[in-house]
């Protein structure tokens, strides 16, 4: 069973470009989350989706970042004009979800994104 | 509000020596969850355990054991007998009820010296 995939693992972008981040959760898993890890900041929560649904960006930067996750395909997670301070390293998780009960979150191998 | 407290935040120890990592949480719910994950130097997030509020039952896993008390609000994570592998940086998280968002520590590391 392959686990959570992330790609691409390495992205540098120049200031003002667009990043896009894909996560392709495990096999039956039908949550993703994204979060970000800044070297002063920690590991933070972003956005929390389900398919089709965006169910909680209440850690989303309100300009410039989007996240879905598509009926088909992987959740995508776009910056738009990134900026330096976008640096950083995204990590893409996912659970089951089974009967409302918390199970614990898998995560991927993660983007380190390198702003120009 | 919910908050992840890790006051350590680097512990350097010799191998085969014990070494307990320190995790105190604050929530308002009496449902909530709690986590430990590991990240080693290649950087990615590895899941080591989950327990929820209602089952305060310690858990040994080989070298690796946990502490939870309900009464010090807090979920500690006991090495036994290093080893360099052990290596990493360790986060403990907690996710509140209703909630499905993991609110992480700033986490602890963890270097083992042969």
């Known amino acids: 069973n392959a686990g959570v995939m992330q790609n691409p693992r390495h992205l540098v972008r120049r200031r003002g470009q667009e990043a896009r981040l894909r996560c392709s959760p495990m096999?039956?898993?039908?949550?993703v989350y994204w979060y970000r890890q800044l070297p002063e900041e920690g590991l933070k929560f972003m956005v929390y989706?389900?398919?089709?649904?965006?169910?909680?960006e209440s850690g989303m930067p309100k300009e410039r970042f989007s996240a879905e996750f598509p009926k088909e395909g992987p959740s995508i997670l776009r910056i738009q004009q990134v900026v330096r301070g976008d640096s950083a390293a995204y990590f893409c998780?996912?659970?089951?979800?089974?009967?409302?009960?918390?199970?614990?979150?898998?995560f991927g191998p993660g983007t380190r994104l390198t702003v120009t | 509000a919910q908050k992840v407290t890790q006051a350590q935040t680097e512990i350097s120890v010799v191998e085969k020596e014990d070494v307990t990592l320190d995790c105190v949480y604050e929530?308002?719910?009496?449902?909530?969850?709690l986590f430990w994950y590991k990240q080693p130097p290649s950087g990615e997030l590895v899941f080591l355990i989950r327990?929820?509020?209602?089952?305060?039952q310690n858990e040994i896993s080989g070298r690796y054991s946990w502490n939870f008390q309900k009464s010090t609000s807090s979920f500690n994570f006991t090495i036994t007998a290093s080893q360099v592998v052990d290596s990493a940086v360790y986060f403990c998280?907690?996710?509140?009820?209703?909630?499905?968002?993991?609110?992480f520590g700033k986490g602890m590391k963890l270097t083992v010296n042969p």
């Open positions: 998780a996912s659970s089951p979800i089974v009967a409302g009960l918390i199970y614990e979150q898998y």
């Open positions: 096999k039956g898993h039908s949550h």
């Open positions: 989706l389900q398919k089709e649904n965006i169910i909680d």
């Open positions: 929530t308002r719910d009496t449902t909530y969850y």
């Open positions: 327990r929820n509020s209602f089952d305060e």
């Open positions: 998280a907690l996710i509140q009820g209703g909630s499905e968002k993991l609110v």
